[in-house]
């Protein structure tokens, strides 16, 4: 009951797919309570819900990543979103993601693909014409650390980041931006050393003096303030957005590197002078 173009036969490569349900409110009677079926197999895109009734399971069975319990997902709803209730559902039990209407600008929700798959269930409404559901995702890779097993967890984890991030710098924070109602931080980052980005997310500094700066995002929460010293930030980009994943103080990381290099686990060789 869904439409869109073939899925990427290449591994890695990524693809927009936009679902549009061919299913419609206006033509169910408004007794039945129907649930749809929808299967997404590409690594990131969009979908529209028109006239919202009843409810939808989403299935993410991506063509191009293996195995699934390495995967995140992370969706973000239309500022327009209405008509609908997204919940993460495992097995008959629902966790509220988005509520109907919440489309805050810049609302992102992210979970594991183990945890379980999305249930969008419309709500009551007087006039279903006026409404449509809608909301991006992207289904991001998880570092495996089967290789780095005789490292501990967070050194595996910081290890694997500097190879497999979106973006990885060395740096320090110069200043950051809360923005409450995103529920999100922006900091400000002088890099002087830039390992790899995807996106042009760091850029020269005007002077010229070989430094680079961008601006990198995390969760309010996450309680970051500006202060002294060198880190290494890694993270991924999230709807065309530089998250931050890992951020350990640079000399932490250099120990790390070294103590993997003398057994030689390291998953891959980066500059740490």
Not at 94 to 111: I, S, Y
Not at 195 to 218: C, I, L, N
Request: charged residues 25%; neutral net charge; glycine residues 10%.
């Amino acid at each position: 009951r869904a439409w869109g173009p073939a899925p990427p036969a290449l591994p890695g490569l990524r693809a927009w797919l936009t679902v549009s349900l061919l299913c419609s409110g206006l033509t169910h009677e408004a007794h039945r309570k129907e649930v749809e079926q929808v299967y997404l197999r590409c690594a990131a895109g969009a979908v529209e819900w028109m006239y919202p009734t009843g409810a939808l399971i989403v299935n993410l069975r991506p063509n191009t990543f293996s195995p699934a319990r390495h995967l995140t997902v992370c969706i973000r709803p239309f500022t327009d979103s209405s008509g609908a209730n997204i919940y993460l559902e495992k097995t008959g039990e629902l966790r509220l993601l988005v509520p109907d209407g919440d489309g805050r600008p810049g609302r992102v929700q992210c979970f594991g693909l183990e945890q379980g798959g999305l249930f969008v269930e419309a709500t009551p409404q007087q006039d279903i014409s006026r409404r449509t559901t809608g909301f991006q995702y992207e289904l991001i890779r998880r570092p495996r650390a089967s290789d780095l097993h005789e490292l501990s967890g967070d050194d595996t984890e910081v290890l694997l980041a500097v190879c497999t991030s979106d973006f990885a710098v060395r740096g320090s924070i110069q200043q950051v931006t809360h923005e409450p109602e995103r529920q999100d931080s922006a900091i400000h980052l002088r890099v002087s050393r830039l390992y790899r980005q995807k996106s042009r997310v760091f850029e020269p500094v005007p002077e010229g003096d070989g430094h680079w700066q961008g601006r990198v995002r995390t969760l309010l929460e996450c309680g970051v303030r500006p202060g002294h010293g060198d880190f290494l930030f890694t993270g991924h980009m999230h709807f065309g957005e530089a998250r931050l994943g890992c951020a350990p103080r640079f000399k932490d990381f250099q120990r790390m590197y070294r103590d993997a290099q003398e057994r030689g686990l390291n998953p891959c060789e980066v500059g740490t002078d």
